[in-house]
């Protein structure tokens, strides 16, 4: 009898792990769909993702985005704001620190007429993000890797402060919004990257010597 409950854990640890494969390989590629410029391509892998784990967390260099995120800004590229703002409402529910389902949700509301509201997401995405960047530069050794020209951090500044003040271009504001994320989920790939070559360096340095 415990040789078959064993069986049946191993089993089972054996199947999460294959999920966890399939439902990472699927965002990762949803990911260089989405950067790349093909959203629907991006959406039909972000969909099967859902599907397979809805509470997945793609957290890779420690900015965590929920899968229902990435469907969100996927339907969000694709122009279907509707669809877009019942994922991305989904990601902020299931997730408090997903600053960026935040950011995504604001632009769709205010893309979509409900400027008020948009604002207060957009406005707690960018502070949410701000805070995660001094977070990490602080307490974080991976901190170094992030912004280091701080280019993020000058572009979210500038944009609370144009929503703390009297006018509000919101062509302005939401193609900065837009180009956050995108900038963001690109720099993710160059903080491995740069992590990768540090290690790299590093190794190469300790075997010279």
């Known amino acids: 009898m415990k040789n078959a409950k064993f069986k049946i854990l191993q089993f089972a640890l054996l199947l999460s792990g294959c999920v966890?494969?399939?439902v990472g390989g699927e965002t990762q590629q949803g990911r260089m769909a989405l950067l790349y410029g093909d959203p629907k391509v991006a959406?039909?892998?972000?969909?099967?993702?859902?599907?397979?784990?809805?509470?997945?967390?793609?957290?890779?260099?420690?900015?965590?985005?929920?899968?229902?995120?990435?469907?969100?800004?996927?339907?969000?590229?694709?122009g279907k704001l509707p669809d877009a703002r019942k994922a991305l409402e989904r990601a902020s529910s299931r997730y408090e620190q997903d600053n960026l389902a935040k950011l995504y949700l604001g632009l769709v509301l205010a893309r979509d007429g409900d400027q008020q509201r948009g604002l207060k997401?957009?406005?707690?995405?960018?502070?949410?993000?701000?805070?995660w960047l001094y977070h990490i530069e602080q307490y974080n050794?991976?901190?170094?890797?992030?912004?280091?020209?701080?280019?993020?951090?000058?572009?979210?500044?500038?944009?609370r402060a144009m929503i703390g003040g009297k006018d509000i271009n919101w062509k302005e504001l939401i193609a900065s919004g837009e180009w956050l994320g995108r900038e963001f989920e690109e720099e993710i790939d160059r903080v491995t990257r740069d992590k990768k070559h540090d290690i790299m360096s590093n190794d190469g340095d300790g075997k010279g010597n």
């Open 121 to 131: 997401e957009i406005e707690a995405g960018l502070k949410g993000l701000e805070d």
């Open 43 to 78: 959406l039909a892998h972000f969909q099967r993702a859902s599907e397979l784990d809805p509470d997945y967390l793609f957290n890779l260099s420690i900015l965590p985005q929920g899968v229902w995120t990435y469907v969100g800004r996927a339907y969000y590229a694709t």
């Open 141 to 159: 050794p991976d901190g170094r890797f992030w912004d280091p020209a701080r280019e993020l951090r000058r572009e979210i500044q500038r944009d």
């Open 20 to 22: 966890a494969f399939q």
